[in-house]
Antibody
Framework: QVHLQESGPGLVKPSETLSLTCTVS??????????WSWIRQPPGKGLEWIGC??????TNYNPSLKSRVTISIDTSKNQFSLRLSVTAADTAVYYCARGAKAMGVWGQGTTVTVSS | QSALTQPPSASGSPGQSVTISCTGTSSDVGGYKYVSWYQQQPGKAPKLMLY???KRPSGVPDRFSGSKSGNTASLTVSGLQAEDEADYYCSSYAGSNNFVLFGGGTKLTVL
């Protein structure tokens, strides 16, 4: 059974960098079968796709976030990560997921609050 | 790139059918077969219900079906059950620049 788990700080100050990691079990991030995505959901709002990474390290980003986002992959740890320079508007639940065109397995999500 | 357009709400009585639309453009919904639908229960992560417009992942009831015409995709839930009450989101591949777009979500209420 495939399981994804997000981890990282729950509170980040404005203008600082949010760093989250998604640890994958039951599958390999080195698999050529899937992209690995980050998605977020502000409180009371809808889903927003942030970006994704392939095992080769190739990335695709939401154009509205591209200047502030970096997604990386660590095949030795079977993890992929998100870095985002933040403002208060980036307060949200952050999810990692397997896939991009169709996201079939999701992590439980982690709440990140941006506040001084 | 704008989000895909969904109605904010939909409703139906148990046993009835309800259809939720998802409208995009020829650069996303209309241009590719990669439309997915997700169900999100309160406080939970989204769950993939349909992919590639009409395909159901293992375990998803066949009461959930999908279709696409032009730039609009649709999710139909037949034989509504109380457990179907949730938020539903569509997504579409949008080419190499935008890659993935979500709809704004539809809150389905079972009356």
């Amino acid at each position: 059974q495939v399981h994804l788990q997000e981890s990282g700080p729950g509170l980040v100050k404005p203008s600082e960098t949010l760093s989250l990691t998604c640890t994958v079990s039951g599958d390999s991030v080195s698999s050529a079968s899937y992209y690995w995505s980050w998605i977020r959901q502000p409180p009371g709002k809808g889903l927003e796709w942030i970006g994704c990474i392939y095992y080769t390290g190739s990335t695709n980003y939401n154009p509205s976030l591209k200047s502030r986002v970096t997604i990386s992959i660590d095949t030795s740890k079977n993890q992929f990560s998100l870095r985002l320079s933040v403002t208060a508007a980036d307060t949200a639940v952050y999810y990692c997921a397997r896939g991009a065109k169709a996201m079939g397995v999701w992590g439980q999500g982690t709440t990140v609050t941006v506040s001084s | 790139q704008s989000a895909l357009t969904q109605p904010p709400s939909a409703s139906g009585s148990p046993g009835q059918s309800v259809t939720i639309s998802c409208t995009g453009t020829s650069s996303d919904v209309g241009g590719y077969k990669y439309v997915s639908w997700y169900q999100q229960q309160p406080g939970k992560a989204p769950k993939l219900m349909l992919y590639e417009v009409t395909k159901r992942p293992s375990g998803v009831p066949d009461r959930f079906s999908g279709s696409k015409s032009g730039n609009t995709a649709s999710l139909t839930v037949s034989g509504l059950q109380a457990e179907d009450e949730a938020d539903y989101y569509c997504s579409s591949y949008a080419g190499s620049n935008n890659f993935v777009l979500f709809g704004g979500g539809t809150k389905l209420t079972v009356l």
